[in-house]
């Protein structure tokens, strides 16, 4: 059974930065394409960035340049480090993980607010 858990989120300032971690029990990252989605009060989810099992990274257009997405073979984690936050990156973000079948965590609150 895949589970999925992430954390780093909270509370920062517009301009601030947060490290969002996901770690896995029963999948291994290395050979997995990896994903975080975010979903803001009001809006469906969206997909943010992702990293396939070779390594190759893409971002949506909105983090492009903020936002970095890493994976850690040995942790067995992929990380999300967000920089120069917006108050438009509010939102839940969930890590999501596919081989053979896709698994979602429950989800990290990150608030940008002054």
């Known amino acids: 059974q895949v589970q999925l858990v992430e954390s780093g989120g909270g509370l920062v300032q517009p301009g601030g930065s947060l490290r969002l971690s996901c770690t896995a029990s029963?999948?291994?990252?290395?050979?997995?394409?990896t994903y975080w989605y975010r979903q803001a009060p009001g809006k469906q989810r969206e997909w943010v960035a992702s990293?396939?099992?070779?390594?190759?990274?893409r971002y949506t257009d909105s983090v492009k340049g903020r936002f970095a997405i890493s994976r850690d073979n040995a942790k067995n984690t992929v990380d999300l480090q967000m920089n120069n936050l917006k108050s438009e990156d509010t939102a839940v973000y969930y890590c999501?993980?596919?081989?053979?079948?896709?698994?979602w965590g429950q989800g990290t609150q990150v608030t940008v607010s002054s």
């Open positions: 029963g999948i291994v990252f290395a050979i997995a394409d």
């Open positions: 990293i396939d099992s070779g390594g190759t990274t």
């Open positions: 999501r993980a596919i081989w053979r079948s896709s698994s």
